[in-house]
């Protein structure tokens, strides 16, 4: 069964003014991303703005992702929503529609215990025939996934890896070495956190980075692969500041204005978030210089 590997963008949903899917757009984003040598991209993730979108409008994110991909890379899905019920709705739409794995983060706004949790999994899987990766985003949902109940969940058949934005490296070596790393991948959802995963053990990460410098965020893997540690420390070192700059405007707001100074308008991001101030606009620039991608479409 296929399994999470590589570095797989997050990608933005590029929406306008009035809050409608700006199709074109997401194109490019996708071209943009393939073209620096991704090994996936992920439609609907929290980058993606899932949480705000209407079912229609995901319908339509996930069709444009698989029919422009045109296999050119691996598609993953979110279906991330905070009842079991919406989540299987989703899973289904999702493979329908033709992706090759699905991403369910943990339910937001409730707070289910470690049982619930299992059985909300549970569930999921049995109701599809993709490849399931668990998600934990403690920091967002306020619900972890301990590394029992992940050893747990990863004997299930579809149930093929997790993506940790915990950003706490003793949880995600749990999950590393108490999973079989053969059938269980790993990735990391930090992405200052990319070559400490892959040196531990893991499968590369789901990065919101990706949008923007993708072929830094790669450089990583494709170093590591290729047994050049100290080059995968360069490019890890290089992409740091970006991930740092997501703290000059409220999430997830600073990738569509990293991608507006690249030079491909992703739109605005939903109310109640707004554009981020000239003076962090200027800070973010500087970052975008200083890996290369500034003004890189013009």
Same mark, same amino acid.
């Given at each position: 069964?296929? !399994?999470?590997?590589?570095?797989?963008?997050?990608?933005?949903?590029?929406?306008?003014?009035?809050?409608?899917?700006?199709? @074109?757009?997401?194109?490019?984003? #996708? @071209?943009?991303? #393939? $073209?620096?040598?991704?090994?996936?991209?992920?439609?609907?993730? +929290?980058?993606?703005?899932?949480?705000?979108?209407?079912?229609?409008?995901?319908?339509?994110?996930?069709?444009?992702?698989?029919?422009?991909?045109? /296999?050119?890379?691996?598609?993953?899905?979110?279906?991330?929503?905070?009842?079991?019920?919406?989540?299987?709705? %989703?899973? !289904?739409?999702?493979?329908?529609? /033709?992706?090759? $794995?699905?991403?369910? %983060?943990?339910?937001?706004?409730?707070?289910?215990?470690?049982?619930? %949790?299992?059985?909300?999994?549970?569930?999921?899987?049995?109701?599809? !025939?993709?490849?399931?990766?668990?998600?934990?985003?403690?920091?967002?949902?306020?619900?972890?996934?301990?590394?029992?109940?992940?050893?747990?969940?990863?004997?299930?058949?579809?149930?093929?890896?997790?993506?940790? +934005?915990?950003?706490?490296?003793?949880?995600?070596?749990?999950?590393?070495?108490? *999973?079989?790393? @053969?059938?269980?991948?790993?990735?990391?959802?930090? @992405?200052?956190?990319?070559?400490?995963?892959?040196?531990?053990?893991?499968?590369?990460?789901?990065?919101?980075?990706?949008?923007? $410098?993708?072929?830094?965020?790669?450089?990583?893997?494709?170093?590591?692969?290729?047994?050049?540690?100290?080059?995968?420390?360069?490019?890890?070192? !290089?992409?740091?500041?970006?991930?740092?700059?997501?703290?000059?405007? +409220?999430?997830?707001?600073?990738?569509?204005?990293?991608?507006?100074?690249?030079?491909?308008?992703?739109?605005?991001?939903? +109310?109640?978030?707004?554009?981020?101030?000239?003076?962090?606009?200027?800070?973010? *620039?500087?970052?975008?210089?200083? %890996?290369?991608?500034?003004?890189?479409?013009?």
């Amino acid at each position: 069964m296929f !399994k999470p590997f590589g570095i797989i963008p997050a990608l933005v949903t590029p929406l306008d003014e009035n809050g409608r899917l700006m199709e @074109d757009a997401l194109r490019k984003v #996708i @071209d943009y991303t #393939i $073209a620096g040598g991704v090994h996936g991209v992920f439609v609907l993730g +929290s980058t993606g703005e899932i949480y705000g979108l209407d079912f229609e409008q995901k319908r339509r994110a996930i069709e444009i992702t698989v029919e422009h991909t045109a /296999g050119r890379a691996p598609v993953y899905a979110g279906a991330s929503e905070i009842t079991t019920r919406d989540c299987i709705r %989703l899973a !289904k739409l999702a493979e329908d529609i /033709g992706v090759q $794995a699905l991403s369910v %983060l943990t339910p937001y706004f409730i707070s289910p215990s470690k049982n619930e %949790l299992k059985e909300h999994y549970r569930n999921i899987a049995a109701a599809t !025939k993709l490849p399931v990766i668990l998600y934990g985003n403690n920091d967002r949902t306020n619900v972890n996934l301990p590394p029992d109940l992940v050893e747990e969940l990863s004997r299930i058949d579809n149930i093929v890896g997790i993506k940790d +934005s915990s950003g706490d490296m003793t949880q995600m070596g749990e999950y590393i070495r108490r *999973a079989n790393p @053969d059938e269980f991948h790993v990735i990391a959802g930090r @992405d200052t956190m990319i070559l400490a995963n892959l040196a531990y053990g893991g499968h590369g990460a789901i990065a919101a980075t990706a949008n923007v $410098a993708p072929a830094v965020v790669t450089a990583i893997y494709d170093s590591f692969q290729a047994g050049n540690l100290e080059k995968a420390r360069e490019y890890q070192y !290089k992409l740091a500041p970006l991930r740092i700059a997501f703290g000059l405007g +409220s999430f997830p707001v600073v990738m569509k204005e990293a991608l507006r100074l690249v030079g491909i308008d992703a739109g605005v991001t939903l +109310s109640p978030v707004g554009p981020i101030s000239d003076e962090n606009r200027a800070k973010l *620039a500087e970052v975008l210089k200083g %890996l290369g991608v500034y003004q890189l479409f013009k």
